[in-house]
């Protein structure tokens, strides 16, 4: 999405002019239309202003929704209006209403269990039951893919030495999404964050934890077609990590039950609101830790 300056002014109160200025001297990124018109790219220019601590205060100058229509009801608005927005196939919405979210306040931890989570959760219902096509299910995974890796936009670069998180899903797991959100969160926290992919095998997490020893690997879980290999799985990463001094966070949907007693891993996280918690209460302030994590054996 890209705005003109004299929308920027408008949302932050500044003036056209100094939005210019700002642009003449690089402190907001900018390109020129084929007339020599400038256009800045919403959310990089975000990102900048939260880090000069310049509000937005006016979301309709940017063509985004107003947050409290979003946030009516406790974020059923933007609920009811993300479902719509992705059963129609409309990108620009979706990808207006996260930006709208993003720029209330409204944490990614949040945005993903409460808006995200359950819309999808809708969208799966209504497509076991017939009630939608097979192409619109995909479609609005895609769309919201696109959405999600936009929003890397809003936060700045982590800081030189930030501590690193990597992170994926194991064999017959395609879910992306859950693995971006992670992605955001850690990004949001000034963490680097390396979302490696889906479908990978147990050796090939393993082999990615002893070569980039980062200080956290997660492992999402959103489809576990045997819980045995699951649990073989995450030893032979909890081995590896106890080496390099990695913490093993695993998290999803398939984390329930007996499963979660049988898997090896330093903390269990049942959604982003606990991973965000934990993100909080890690003693680590810089790349590697001094000791090695505490690998939950099963019970």
């Not at 990695?246 to 949907?253: D, F, I, N, P």
């Amino acid at each position: 999405m890209f705005v003109t300056p004299r929308q920027l002014a408008q949302a932050t109160g500044l003036s056209e002019s100094t939005i210019k200025r700002w642009c003449d001297r690089g402190l907001l990124p900018s390109q020129r239309t084929p007339g020599g018109h400038r256009r800045l790219k919403l959310a990089e220019v975000v990102a900048i202003l939260r880090s000069r601590s310049v509000p937005v205060v006016d979301a309709l100058a940017l063509g985004l929704p107003p947050f409290e229509e979003l946030a009516r009801d406790g974020l059923a608005g933007a609920r009811q209006a993300l479902l719509d927005a992705l059963i129609h196939a409309d990108r620009h919405r979706v990808n207006a209403i996260l930006h709208a979210l993003v720029l209330g306040g409204i944490s990614i931890a949040t945005i993903g269990d409460a808006v995200i989570s359950p819309v999808f959760a809708q969208i799966g219902e209504w497509w076991a039951c017939r009630e939608i096509e097979v192409f619109q299910e995909r479609e609005a995974c895609l769309i919201a893919e696109e959405a999600l890796r936009e929003l890397k936009h809003f936060f700045p670069p982590p800081a030189l030495g930030a501590p690193l998180g990597i992170g994926g899903t194991l064999t017959g797991d395609w879910y992306i999404l859950p693995g971006l959100l992670v992605e955001l969160v850690l990004m949001a926290h000034r963490w680097e964050a390396r979302f490696l992919g889906t479908n990978l095998p147990a050796h090939t997490c393993a082999e990615a934890i002893r070569r980039i020893r980062p200080e956290l690997f997660w492992l999402s879980l959103s489809h576990v077609a045997s819980a045995e290999e699951v649990v073989e799985a995450t030893k032979q990463l909890a081995e590896v990590a106890q080496d390099v001094h990695t913490l093993v966070v695993v998290g999803g949907r398939e984390l329930a039950g007996e499963l979660e007693s049988r898997i090896f891993a330093s903390a269990c996280c049942r959604n982003l609101a606990q991973l965000e918690l934990l993100l909080r209460t890690l003693p680590i302030t810089g790349r590697r830790s001094a000791e090695p994590p505490n690998i939950k054996p099963p019970t």
